[in-house]
Structure formats: C-alpha cells, structure tokens
C-alpha cells in the first residue's frame, strides 16, 4: 500500500518564506508554522464535510446492509430540504416471487407541503388497501408505478377499484419529480388521483407543474430502502394481459417476476 504523501508548500512559497525570516532557523519555523496550519485546515475542512451533512449525511439510501447511495445526491430531491416538521413516515414493505427482493422502503410523507395527498395515502394504508398489490408497471429509467392491481386466482393482472373519491391535485406545492421521490399516478383529468403511486427512478421534472402543465402531485421522499427500489427497475419486464374496468387487454411494462406490496405501516 502507498503511503500517502505528506502535504508541503510549493516551492515559491519556501522562497518567499526564507526572504522573510532572514535566516536559516527563522526558515525552519516559519515552515513548521506553514505546515500546521495548513494541517489544521484540512482537519478543520474534514470536520465541517462531516457535520455539515454534505451529501447524503444523515440519511440512510440502504436498506438492511444494502447501498447507502442517494437517489439525489444529496437532501434536497423533494425540490428542498427535508422538512423540519414531524411528518409521518411510511414503511411499504415488499417482496418479490423470487425473492432476490425483500425489505423495506421508508418514506417521508410531507403533510406539510401535500396534505389532502398524504392524508389520502394515510387512509389507504390504513384500510389495508394497498396489501398484497403489485408493482405492475416498470419503465427503466422513469417510474415504478404500484398501488392498483393485484393477481387474480386466473394468474391475470386485475385491477382493484380504489375505495375513496379522487382528489385535488396538489402538484402546485413546490415540489419536484427529482429521483427518490413519491408522486400520485392519475388519468388525463388532473383531479383523478385515488391510491396509485410512484417513485421516480430518475428526475422527470417534465412532469411538474407549470402554467401549461397541471403536474403530478410529489408527496414524498425516500429516506431508506432506495437500493430496493433501483433492484425492482433492474427486472426484465413485458407485456401482459389484464383485466382493468376499461376492458380486457394488454398492459405494457409489467415486471416478469411479482413485485408484492406486503403491507404499507404508517408511523405518525
């Protein structure tokens, strides 16, 4: 192993030193007093990236001894820093037929900044709703869409009537659809959103809101478990027959191996 070498002023720096001091000890003093502050800075610099939360400190991207890599490289995937407030958290466990997946994603809800959408999301798990759902929609380097269908006694992926009325949209909140974070699936109509989510695998910001653009409502962010959500986007996915109340047909983008919400547990 290299040893690494030891930190010296250039040249110039020795010079303009030993013009100053006049003499041969006053150069050698002048130079231990360069070298520890200079030292002192380094140590002070590695202090400051430590306890500043450089990155992703005090967050954890793993999950069980998994990746502790942040989906955004740094706090501020929500479009801002973590909120300050006590926001609830949810823990939505899953778990893949092979079992190559297993664990828990653990989100922050931001009531504060969405709290029609978190409350609605709340409800459902709650209920108990999203049990046993699937991922049933995967696109590489987009989305991961769960949360509204489930496989039938038939094998067919069938989709699951949500239980509450659609709700306002609230993607004029501030936040954005950078990676990491959770967002409301819905139709063409901006207010249709019921229970399906999704977590952003990259940043989409051409689904915010604008003036031209109604959005998609961010209500979250992953604070642990990302390294599940980047092994469920690796599965091979195709198309598949389902049944949906728009008639029997294919769906695109369904991940070859079920990807299963086990359960969604609420901490408020």
């Not at 502790?68 to 893949?96: F, H, K």
């Not at 991961?144 to 009325?165: E, S, V």
Request: hydrophobic share 30%; with cysteine.
């Amino acid at each position: 192993m290299s040893r690494r070498k030891n930190i010296e002023p250039d040249e110039e720096t020795k010079e303009t030193i030993a013009r100053n001091t006049g003499s041969k000890s006053g150069k050698f003093m002048v130079m231990a007093v360069v070298l520890i502050l200079l030292a002192a800075g380094i140590g002070s610099a590695a202090y400051f990236m430590v306890n500043t939360g450089h990155s992703s400190a005090g967050i954890d991207y793993g999950n069980e001894g998994g990746s502790m890599e942040s989906p955004s490289g740094d706090d501020s995937g929500s479009g801002g820093e973590s909120s300050q407030t006590s926001n609830p958290i949810a823990l939505i466990r899953v778990r893949s037929d092979d079992g190559s997946i297993d664990g828990v994603i653990k989100v922050e809800l931001y009531r504060d900044k969405a709290p029609i959408t978190v409350d609605n999301f709340i409800k459902y798990a709650n209920d108990g709703f999203y049990n046993g759902l699937v991922f049933h929609r995967i696109v590489e380097n987009f989305v991961a869409q769960g949360g509204g269908y489930y496989y039938g006694h038939d094998g067919i992926l069938t989709y699951k009537n949500a239980t509450y009325p659609p709700i306002k949209n609230e993607a004029n909140n501030g936040l954005s659809n950078v990676e990491g974070t959770i967002a409301m699936a819905r139709t063409s109509d901006p207010n249709s959103a019921t229970s399906q989510f999704y977590f952003n695998l990259k940043d989409n910001t051409n689904l915010d809101y604008n003036s031209n653009n109604p959005g998609y409502c961010v209500f979250g962010k992953v604070i642990s478990g990302w390294n599940l959500v980047q092994d469920m986007a690796k599965i091979p996915t195709h198309q598949e027959k389902a049944h949906n109340p728009w008639g029997d047909g294919p769906m695109q983008n369904v991940p070859e191996t079920h990807i299963t919400i086990v359960s969604v547990t609420i901490q408020d």
